[in-house]
Antibody
Framework: QVQLQESGPGLVKSSETLSLTCSVS??????????WAWIRRAPGKGLEWIGS???????YYNPSLQGRVTITKDTSKNQFSLKLGSATAADTAAYFC?????????WGHGTLVTVYS | DIQMTQSPSTLSASVGERITITCRASQSIGRWLAWYQEKPGKAPKLLISKASTLVSGVPSRFSGRGSGTEFSLTITSLQPDDYATYYC????????FGQGTKVEIK
C-alpha cells in the first residue's frame, strides 16, 4: 500500500519560495501506472491542482501557477518536491501530495503552509 | 483548459433523504470523472472513478452517472456519516476540480 508524507516549513515569508517534499513508501515514483502530484486547498476554498508528473511523460502545471511552480523528483530517494516562488498570502493552504492512475487513490495527510508578511 | 462547474455549492438535507450533486464539464471528458468526499481535518477520499465505478468499500448508497459533459453523484439515503464536502474531478486533460458541495444537516 502506497503511503505519502509531506514535509517542509509551515511558515513562509511573503515573496520567498515555498518548498515541500513528499516521501513515498510502499511504491515507486518510477511506476509507469501512476501520476504523482501536488494539490492544495486554501482556507474556505476548494481543491486546486498544482501540477503532476508521470514517469513516462513531462511534468504539467496548472496554468494559473505557471512560471512560479516547479515539481522535481529524486528517484534515488523516492521523493518528489514542490517549489512555489514569490509566495503571497493567497498561497496559504493545506498542501497534499497525491498519486493515482488519473483518479487520486492515495493522499498524504497534508501539511498547512502559512505565508506571512 | 477544462473547467468543472459543480452545483449546488451547499445542500441542506435530513438523514434518510436522497440527494444529487451535479458536475458539468466545459468540454467533453468522456467518463474520466471522479468523486471525492472530504471531512474537516482529513484528506479527501475517493468514492467513484470513471464516472460510475464505486471504489471498494464505499457504501452502495453512493452512485455516479454521466458521460461527456454532464455528471451526477447521488446518495440514496443520507446517513450521519455522509455530512461532508464533495468534489468532482476531471482527469481527461490534466486535472481540474469542481468548486465543491457542502452537505449540511437540515
Amino acid at each position: 500500500q502506497v503511503q505519502l508524507q509531506e514535509s517542509g516549513p509551515g511558515l513562509v515569508k511573503s515573496s520567498e519560495t515555498l518548498s515541500l517534499t513528499c516521501s513515498v513508501s510502499g511504491g515507486s515514483i518510477r511506476s509507469s501506472s501512476s501520476y504523482w502530484a501536488w494539490i492544495r486547498r486554501a482556507p474556505g476554498k476548494g481543491l486546486e491542482w498544482i501540477g503532476s508528473f508521470h514517469n513516462t511523460a513531462n511534468t504539467y502545471y496548472n496554468p494559473s501557477l505557471q512560471g512560479r511552480v516547479t515539481i522535481t523528483k529524486d528517484t534515488s530517494k523516492n521523493q518528489f518536491s514542490l517549489k512555489l516562488g514569490s509566495a503571497t498570502a493567497a498561497d496559504t493552504a493545506a498542501y497534499f501530495c497525491v498519486t493515482g492512475p488519473g483518479e487520486i487513490d492515495v493522499w498524504g495527510h497534508g501539511t498547512l503552509v502559512t505565508v506571512y508578511s | 483548459d477544462i473547467q468543472m462547474t459543480q452545483s449546488p455549492s451547499t445542500l441542506s438535507a435530513s438523514v434518510g433523504e436522497r440527494i444529487t450533486i451535479t458536475c458539468r464539464a466545459s468540454q467533453s471528458i468522456g467518463r474520466w470523472l471522479a468523486w471525492y468526499q472530504e471531512k474537516p481535518g482529513k484528506a479527501p477520499k475517493l468514492l467513484i472513478s470513471k464516472a460510475s465505478t464505486l471504489v471498494s468499500g464505499v457504501p452502495s448508497r453512493f452512485s455516479g452517472r454521466g458521460s461527456g459533459t454532464e455528471f451526477s453523484l447521488t446518495i440514496t439515503s443520507l446517513q450521519p456519516d455522509d455530512y461532508a464536502t464533495y468534489y468532482c474531478q476531471q482527469y481527461s486533460s490534466y486535472w481540474t476540480f469542481g468548486q465543491g458541495t457542502k452537505v449540511e444537516i437540515k
